[in-house]
Each structure stands twice: as C-alpha cells, then as structure tokens.
C-alpha cells in the first residue's frame, strides 16, 4: 500500500491524520507535542484536551480548534467519556503519571506518556503488566534514542570500529542556571512531590546507556548529596526574593532577572555549540542587544533571539510578555533566591555500574556546568570515542588506536528540542499508530523499565551506601514509596 509521510494511503484517500487527546497541557504537552500538532496537520490533530490551568486550556483549544464540550478540567471526566480518539498524550507532572495511563488504557487508547513513566518501581511495573495485559501501544518518551547524535553513536558501536568496549564514562552536565531553574526553584526541585534527580533527569541517560551496550548492569552504586543550593550558602543579606532588594544583584549568577529577563546565560550557552549566523546572533545578544532587536524587524533569525519567549521564559509564566515576566519574578516561585528555597533533590550524584557482558560505566550528574551537555567517552580495545550533546550543536570523534585516524561525525539537529529528538519521538509515534508500524518506536515500555529499574537503584545504592545487584532489584524492586521515605538528609 502507498505511503505519504510515514502514513498508510488507503485506495486513493489521503490519510487521514491520527486523532489525538492531550492530558496536561503544560510545557510538554501544550508547547512541544501541541506544536508538532499545528505544524503537522496531516499526521496528527488534538480532538479534546484536559487541563486545569484555564489559561492554559483555552489557549491550547483555540490553537486546536477543540470544541467547548471537548475541553475538560482534569484527564477524570475526559476519560470517563467513550473513547474520542485513537491516541492519548500524558504529560501531566510526574507524580501524575499512573493513574491517567492506566485508565486510558483501559479504555481502549494508545499512550504516549512522558517520561518518567512514574516515580515508583511498582507503578512503573504495573504501566508495563496494563500495556501487555490490555495490548495497547505505550510509549515512554525516551527523546534521546530519536536523535541523530546517539543513533549515530549507536551505529558506529554497532559496526564494531572501537574493538571491544571496555568502559563509557557518561557525564549529564546540568547547566547551574538550569539547575536553579528546575531543580532548585522550579517543578523537580522536591523529591517527595516529583522524583529522585537521578530518575527525573537522567532515566534518558540511563536508558541510553542500556540501548548503546545493548546490554543491562549486573551491579551498580551510587554517590551524591545536595551540596550548594542551601540556606548556609546564601550571600549575606539576601532576601527571599531577588527583586526585593538583594545586596548581590549584581554579582550573583542566580540573580533572577539576570536568568530570565537578559536571558545570558541561555543565549551563552547556546552560541557555545552553535554555529554561522545564529551563533552571531547569540552572541550579539548579551554585547549589543540593541543591534539584535533592530535586525529583530528584518530576520526572523534574530527575531527568534530578540523576542524569544520559550523554554525556560514560558514556565516562569504562560505568555510570557515582558511585564507578565517581570510580575512573575516578583512574585512568583521563580524569583526566589536560590539559597532560601525548599529544595531537596542532589545538586551532584555519581552512578557506577558493570554491564553482564563485562564493560563498566559511569553517569556522572551534576547541576554546576558552565555549558550545558551530554559529554560520552567510550574506550575499546581498537579506538577511542568522545562525544558532545549541547543546546547549540552535536558532534561525535573516534580516534583509532594503531593508525591515528580521527574521523568526526557533525551530529547537530536544531529541527526541535533535545538535538531533534522531540519531533523524532513524535513522528515515530504517528507512524508506529497510523501506519500500524509499531516497529517505528525505538522502545517499547518494557525496554524503558529498565532505566527506570536502574534509577531507583542507584537511589537505594546512594542512601543505603551499598552496591545493588540488578539481578535481585528486578525481582524485588525498590523500597522506596511515593513521598520517598527513604531520603536520607545531608
Ligand atoms: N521527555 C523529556 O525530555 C521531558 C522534558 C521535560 C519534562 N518532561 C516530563 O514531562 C512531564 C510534564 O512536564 P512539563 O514541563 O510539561 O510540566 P508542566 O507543569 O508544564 O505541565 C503539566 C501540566 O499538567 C497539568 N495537570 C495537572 N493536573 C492535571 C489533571 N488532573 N488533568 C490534566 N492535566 C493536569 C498542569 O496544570 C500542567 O499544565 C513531566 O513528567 C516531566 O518530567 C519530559
């Protein structure tokens, strides 16, 4: 049968796009998988949409033309409704994760949760039983498998150019303002109220590592503690809010205003990687912004720099204008001082593991990079592989051991977030569905178990001060419950 897009033409009809119902219609939902949505009409159309934040809702209805009766304050009633689509996104936070995914595949829809797909052993294991029980798609959005740069990685392991692999040190270099943003002031920064860092920021690491072996840990554990982002580390005078008069304003890297209205540290770290016109634009940006806006009314290049209002501006605040952002840091979660936060999530923790075929690994994960990235070094018995997963770019280095040969592989994708893997990760889940090519998903939910399995390990491994044998975790999952009880303080 033709194909158009990745999608099944049945006789001479064009295909029709998946019909889709979003829950939670949030920074994921509404800004990347909504997105995808208006600029791909013909592979997937949002039919109903359950969110709470009426703003947020009423946006995502007008931009997907979703009637009033489709529109929902929360997934209970949408799902309590006979199916009204094939497929369903969840991409409420992660603490609300189970519940929604059980029922909707229960009732009768294919899912495509965010990851993590919960923050316990035992719900992610009952996700994985319902999807194999109920024969319903389930896809855990691993956005890292969906990119250039580690399909590429994957492929050169794959056809055997560095000999044997003998160790892979792995390093999620969290930048310090993204750190504040996230894990200090922002959604993650608790672990009883979202997840352990090292599940809510590194399951993708985690399950990259488990996909480039193809292989899984026989044992590992785990170092780490929540170092910096504490009441003792605060400059002195520091008020509870940046704009209420700090001493530091203008020393202090985590200066609210400084991250989010000039916007430096998001335009340096991106000019780091990236390359030609809008790496100059990036840099002008923090030199002479004056000339950016300029060139703003001109090139919707610098324009995308001059009146940038995405990620991390749009979670201050929805629309985020000027002023609303202003009013946000003023008074909002995002303008406190980083060090008089309730923050508890680690600010660095260190995973060691052994593979079963022997190859040892380390994740190192820390919230205090100048630049953000992924760096990967592989050594094998016959070459060398270094790695750099940024904001602005990609590449990938294999140096051979007897004949010096370097070769470099360009790995950037700037089409969509995370090097492309979101626009991946979305377009696989349309054909896996419309195509009926579930071979399309590069995970199915039990392969994504795995990292998950690992996380909570290497959590009990940290607190526990121990080495974790996977062999005995897989059967025995976790202590932890929600809340995790089995914090240990610093
Ligand atoms: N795949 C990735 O690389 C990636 C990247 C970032 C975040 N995430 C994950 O995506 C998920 C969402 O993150 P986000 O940044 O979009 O969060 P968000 O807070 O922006 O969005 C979540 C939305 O869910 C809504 N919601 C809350 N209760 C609801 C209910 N009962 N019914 C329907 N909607 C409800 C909230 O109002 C909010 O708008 C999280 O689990 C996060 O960890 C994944």
Known sequence: MPMVNGLLVLGDAMPKPLQAILIGAG???????????????????????????EERRARFADQHKIPTEHQFSSWEPLLARLPLARAALICTQDQEHTAPALAAMQFGYDVLLEKPMATTAEECRQLV?????????????????????????????????????I?????????????????????????????????????H????????????????????????????????????????GCPAEDVCPYYAPFIYEDLYPLWRNFAEGAKGFPKLVAQAKERVPGLVKALGMVSAGARRVSAYRGWPRSVVVTNPTPERLHEALKNGPYGRCVYHCDNDVVDHQVVAMQFESGPSATLTMHGHAHVEGRFTRIQGSRAELQAEFGLGGAWIEVRQHRGGEKKRYDTSDRGSGHGGGDDRLMAAFVKSLSAGDEEAALSTAR?????????????????GEKVVRMKDFRLRG?????????????
């Open 27 to 53: 920074q994921r939902g509404g800004d990347v998988y909504g997105a995808y949505a208006l600029r791909h009409p013909d592979q997937i159309r949002f039919v109903a949409v359950a969110e709470p934040d």
């Open 167 to 203: 160790t892979v040190s792995h390093r999620e270099n969290v930048s310090w303002w993204h750190m504040a943003h996230s894990f200090v002031r922002g959604n993650w920064r608790r672990e009883g109220e979202s997840a352990p860092m090292i599940l809510a920021k590194c399951c």
């Open 478 to 490: 976790d202590t932890r419950r929600r809340h995790g009880d089995t914090r240990r303080k610093k």
């Open 129 to 165: 039983d319902a999807a194999e029980e109920t024969g319903r798609q389930l896809h855990i959005c691993h956005v890292l498998r969906y990119t250039r740069h580690f399909q590429t990685m994957r492929d050169i392991l794959r056809a055997g150019e560095l000999g044997e692999i």
């Open 447 to 463: 392969q994504a178990l795995e990292s998950h399995l690992m996380a909570f390990a290497a959590e009990e491994a940290r607190i």
């Open 205 to 244: 690491d985690l399950d990259i590592l488990v996909w480039l072996m193809d292989d899984r840990p026989r044992h590992l554990s785990s170092v780490g503690d929540l170092r910096h982002y504490r009441a003792e580390n605060a400059p002195s005078g520091a008020p509870h809010h940046c704009l209420d």
